[in-house]
């Protein structure tokens, strides 16, 4: 593995690792109030404006089908509701009710204890330059990604890699 292969594994391994770390502390920070950590993202998804499954889906980077998925459970327990979507008929906006609106309200005080303790360990000046280079990352490898037009054949019996399904997204699991 030659030296930029080796800063892009380890790159991808840190974010899988990161991934895993804020699951695990969202959890924590949700499970209080009885949501899950997808529950608690879906749901700030649409806090400021509702959005389609297909949206959300785009903005979390996960497949529609999770959201939808996760979208008909809090429909279920009353912490979202389906509106009719004026751009598009069959594809309705998720919205929070106001059940779920106060959920993720209970949620904001560990929340903010946790952001405190956070900035106080790394300096508000780095955690700010940390959400920016993780911000940059992410808009080079869309950039990257999207602007594949073809890719390498798979070699040495590997699959080739399928293609991208609703949401953007592989139906295969990474790994």
Request: one cysteine or more; glycine letters at 10%; hydrophobic letters at 40%.
């Amino acid at each position: 593995m030659n030296d930029r292969q080796e800063l892009l594994a380890g790159m991808a391994l840190t974010v899988f690792k990161l991934n895993g770390q804020f699951l695990d502390i969202a959890e924590g920070l949700a499970r209080p109030v009885g949501l899950t950590a997808a529950h608690w993202q879906v749901l700030g998804a649409v806090l400021k404006t509702p959005l389609p499954v297909a949206g959300i889906a785009r903005d979390m980077g996960i497949t529609r089908q999770a959201v939808q998925r996760i979208a008909d459970i809090l429909a279920e327990n009353g912490m979202v509701e389906y509106l009719p979507n004026p751009a598009h008929r069959r594809a309705k906006l998720v919205a929070p009710t106001e059940q779920g609106r106060e959920a993720v309200q209970r949620i904001s005080p560990a929340h903010s204890a946790f952001a405190e303790r956070m900035c106080e360990a790394l300096g508000d000046d780095r955690a700010s330059d940390i959400y920016l280079l993780l911000r940059e990352l992410s808009g080079v490898l869309e950039t990257l990604d999207s602007s594949r037009e073809t890719r390498e054949p798979a070699r040495n019996g590997d699959r080739p890699p399928e293609p991208k399904g609703a949401g953007g997204r592989s139906s295969r699991p990474a790994g």
